[in-house]
Every structure is written in C-alpha cells, then in structure tokens.
C-alpha cells in the first residue's frame, strides 16, 4: 500500500521560502505511469493544485504559481519536495502530496476528480507569519 507523509517547517516568514517533502513508502516515484502532486487548501478556500513531477522527473506547474513554485525529487530516498519562494501570508494553508495516475490537460482542472488521484498525504498546516 502506498503511503505519502508531508514534512517541513509549520512557520515561515514573509519573503522567505517554503520548503515541505513528501516521503513515499510502498511504491516508487520513478514507477510508470505516475504523478507526484502538490496541492494546497487555504483556510475557508477549495484545494488548489499546484504542480506535479511525473514519474520521468518531468515537470507541471499551475501557471498561477509557476514563477515561484520548484518541484523536485530525490528518488535515492523516494521523495520529491516542493519550493514556494516569496511567501505571503496568503500562502498560509494545509499542503498536501497526493499520487495521481494521470495528468489533468484541462486548463480548469478539479483537483478531486481530473488528476485519477489514488493516495493522499495527510496534510500539513504551514503558517505564513512574521
């Protein structure tokens, strides 16, 4: 069974970086054909997907946080990481890593449905506060 864990700081500063790993047990991140995703809830607001890195180590971003957004993986570890640079407090929400079997080609796209999402990392709530 596929597990997915988020970790990373739970406090970050304005104008600095977020940075937040998921580490993947019971299958691989390289294995065909599968996306690694980063999506994210604000409080009171609905889940935004923020980007993914597929099983090739290829990259996706939406494009409303693309310039700032850096997904990586390291696969010695079975891992992959999200960077958020210039954080504001509007940044502030649960960040979640979740598997997805397919890529959404859509330009709206639900995260809950278009993305063939299978397993999901419990969340984590990461602040955005001087």
């Known amino acids: 069974q596929v597990q997915l864990q988020e970790s990373g700081p739970g406090l970050v500063k304005p104008s600095q970086t977020l940075s937040l790993t998921c580490t993947v047990s019971?299958?691989?991140?390289?294995?065909?054909?599968?996306?690694w995703n980063w999506i994210r809830q604000p409080p009171g607001k609905e889940l935004e997907w923020m980007g993914a890195?597929?099983?090739?180590?290829?990259?996706d971003y939406s494009p409303s946080l693309k310039s700032r957004t850096s997904i990586s993986r390291d696969t010695s570890k079975n891992q992959f990481t999200l960077q958020l640079s210039s954080v504001t407090p509007e940044d502030t929400a649960v960040y979640i890593c979740?598997?997805?079997?397919?890529?959404?080609?859509?330009?709206?796209?639900?995260?809950?449905?278009?993305?063939?999402?299978?397993?999901w990392g419990q969340g984590t709530l990461v602040t955005v506060s001087s």
């Open positions: 979740a598997r997805g079997s397919k890529p959404c080609l859509n330009s709206d796209c639900d995260v809950l449905t278009d993305y063939g999402m299978d397993y």
């Open positions: 019971g299958g691989s991140i390289t294995t065909n054909y599968y996306y």
């Open positions: 890195i597929a099983y090739s180590g290829s990259t």
